[in-house]
């Protein structure tokens, strides 16, 4: 009797344990292509919980049929904003409340991830941290946010110095340059708040003319404290003199370079510093909303003119990139009002307009973007190990890139998020 009491409960349990097991995920796909260069037709990609279990070949039952379609890792945008929205006025909204604007990102991050964006970088301020735990908490669907909790440029001062100087204005309201101590110091503040990374100004915007706004001394202060402390920089920097100086400061990206020269591409490169130069999305989306942003601040008709005359800038410059041997040119978009959930339009027009391969398209948008991140053993690539980060969309985009534009399935650590197809 022991014995038989003994041997049901060891089958009771066994039963439940079973039971409480998760079942493989699988997935059927007609073509896979893994994010760092490499493609292969009929797979079935098995999962376990959150991660790539294996990649092979099978005849049998799966959880997920998408053979008619194209797989890809899920797709990263190093460069966004992801709480800028339009109000209820239609315009570009400055002075919303924190709940208004909580509202929005959670709008603008739903419209991001179920258009195959699974990682973002929002470079960015403090509420990117509201929004991303509201994300979690409340289990909404969004892409993994990394942030910079805030922006540095010249004139940036911790909040301590703030109070004591009564702003950051001096005698006849002229605005003070920073200290170099003082830009360590915020530095060290944005670690301290939460920051993935840190953003800075070298240059002033397209719509300013792009000049190098921080000093050499400035810029060499706060790469070299955030390198100190382990925290990746990425610095906007339009003019070659503000690019240079940003890459022998030893900041570590470069967004935007409408006036890079070859000069400064061969540096970057030389040097393995990374470079995302906006071409495809963010100015083209300006000129769209026109009437949003006309008005406010420097979007005015110089302003415009400006970014009109930077598009075609654009397209030489990055034809010039792409052919810099060694120049690892990463995927951001600069998102904003506006653009949200478009995204994947920057790989459109890097293709179509900046003559990339389709290929390097894709890897510029998964693999390499995440080895930027700090992440390449993590996200970015279909293969065993990885986070089942993934994305299929209807068509081949090596033969047509715009089969980016199709989404019909996004999962993001094992879980879906959005699908056209049952299963």
């Given amino acids: 009797m022991t014995r038989l ?38 797979v079935v990609v098995t999962l376990s919980g959150s991660k790539i279990a294996s990649i092979g070949t099978s005849t049998g039952p799966v959880t997920y049929d998408l053979s008619k379609y194209t797989l890809l890792p899920g797709f990263i945008d190093v460069h966004v904003h992801i709480l800028w929205h339009f109000g209820p006025d239609g315009r570009f909204a400055q002075r919303d409340t924190p709940e208004e604007r909580l509202v929005a990102g959670v709008h603008n991050a739903a419209d991001t991830v179920h258009n195959g964006f699974t990682t973002v970088q929002s470079v960015g301020e403090a509420a990117d941290l509201t929004l991303r735990k509201k994300l979690q908490d409340d289990k909404l669907d969004g892409p993994r946010i990394l942030t910079s909790v805030r922006q540095i440029n010249e004139y940036t001062r911790p909040p301590a110095a703030q109070r004591g100087q009564g702003g950051q204005r001096g005698q006849g309201g002229q605005r003070q340059l920073s200290t170099p101590d003082e830009l360590r110091e915020a530095v060290r503040e944005a670690k ?112 415009f003119a400006a970014m009109e005359k930077a598009i075609p800038l654009n397209f030489e410059m990055f034809k010039k990139a792409i052919a810099t041997p060694k120049l690892k040119i990463v995927y951001g978009t600069d998102a904003v009002a506006g653009a949200h959930g478009h995204n994947i339009e920057e790989a459109v027009v890097r293709v179509q307009k900046g003559g990339q391969k389709p290929m390097d398209a894709i890897v510029s948008l998964t693999s390499l973007s995440a080895e930027s991140l700090g992440l390449k053993d993590t996200i970015g690539t279909v293969a065993k190990g990885f986070e089942a980060d993934l994305v299929a969309v209807d068509g081949d985009p090596l033969t047509d890139i715009t089969a980016l534009r199709k989404v019909v399935f996004v999962m993001r650590g094992g879980k879906v998020l959005a699908s056209t197809e049952p299963h």
């Fill in 5 to 42: 009491l003994l041997a049901l409960c060891c089958t009771l349990l066994l039963t439940v344990v079973a039971a409480q097991t998760p079942q493989p995920v699988t997935i059927r796909v007609g073509r896979l292509i893994d994010g760092k260069g490499g493609s292969q037709q009929n």
């Fill in 192 to 303: 301290s708040a939460g920051a993935d990374l840190i953003k800075l100004f070298a240059s002033a915007s397209i719509r300013d003319g792009g000049k190098q706004t921080m000093t050499d001394e400035q810029l060499q202060a706060v790469c070299g404290e955030a390198n100190a402390l382990g925290l990746r920089t990425l610095v906007h920097a339009h003019s070659a003199e503000s690019i240079k100086a940003s890459v022998l400061a030893g900041c570590k990206e470069i967004e935007h370079g409408a006036f890079a020269t070859q000069e400064v591409m061969n540096m970057m490169a030389e040097r393995g510093v990374y470079f995302d130069p906006n071409i495809g999305l963010v100015l083209q989306n300006y000129i769209e909303h026109k009437a949003q942003y006309m008005g406010i601040g420097n979007y005015n008709d110089e302003g």
